[in-house]
């Protein structure tokens, strides 16, 4: 069975540009979640989509930041426009529900460097 | 919401030898506490994880420590090896549908 996949591994982009980030949630997931780590802290929650809702969008950092699901398969994460504390790796994980004692997948990681 | 904290920052410890890695979580509604492994170039995986109802677990050399009265846990690695060093993260489960992160433990084995 296929893990959590994310692309583009790794992204360098000029400051003011857009990227756009996806994520392949594990079949049969319908909880997908969007996290971001940037240097050294803590890996932290940006949103969480229970199929095609957004359930929980609380740690969007503002509005540069959209992300869609749409179907409830596959999710993107667009960032426009980029700004250099956008930088660091942002993570995409996927789950069946929580309450049933199941836990979270992460994928590998988009890399994201803005210069 | 939830706030976990996570020590410490660095570990470094001679092959063989234990290393311990601890954290606190701050609402006692948090039910459920996984440890991931982050390899470098990689994404985080999973190694173990504990349940409220439960006060430890074991998997081989990891095994995982939870105190619900003063809301902390651990991580214990015994007999370290070279290739358990990676960046550590605990997590605490809020809500049923949101994990909060530690800020990571980076563990050295030295050989």
């Known amino acids: 069975e296929a893990g959590v996949t994310q692309f583009p591994s790794h992204s360098v982009i000029e400051k003011g540009q857009t990227v756009t980030l996806r994520c392949d949630p594990i079949?049969?997931?319908?909880?997908l979640y969007w996290y971001r780590r940037v240097m050294g802290k803590e890996i932290k929650f940006l949103l969480h989509f229970v199929k095609e809702s957004k359930q929980d969008e609380s740690g969007m950092p503002n509005n540069r930041f959209l992300a869609e699901r749409t179907g409830g398969t596959y999710s993107t994460l667009k960032v426009q426009p980029a700004e250099l504390e956008d930088s660091g790796v942002y993570f995409c994980?996927?789950?069946?529900?929580?309450?049933?004692?199941?836990?979270?997948?992460f994928g590998e990681g988009s890399w994201l460097t803005v210069v | 919401g939830e706030n976990v904290e996570q020590h410490p920052s660095t570990l470094s410890v001679q092959e063989g030898d234990s290393a311990v890695i601890k954290c606190t979580y701050s609402?006692?509604?948090?039910?459920?506490f996984p440890w991931y492994k982050q390899e470098l170039g990689k994404g985080p995986q999973l190694i173990i994880d504990?349940?409220?109802?439960?006060g430890e677990k074991k998997d081989q050399r990891i095994a995982v420590t939870l105190n619900k009265t003063a809301k902390h846990f651990s991580l214990h690695i015994t007999e370290t090896q070279p290739e358990d060093s990676a960046v550590y993260f605990c997590?605490?489960?809020?809500?049923?549908?949101?994990?909060?992160f530690g800020s990571g433990t980076k563990l050295n084995v030295k050989p």
């Open positions: 609402d006692s509604a948090s039910n459920y």
């Open positions: 997590a605490a489960l809020y809500n049923f549908n949101k994990f909060y």
């Open positions: 994980a996927s789950s069946q529900f929580l309450s049933s004692g199941n836990t979270i997948y």
């Open positions: 504990i349940r409220s109802n439960v």
């Open positions: 079949s049969g997931h319908d909880n």
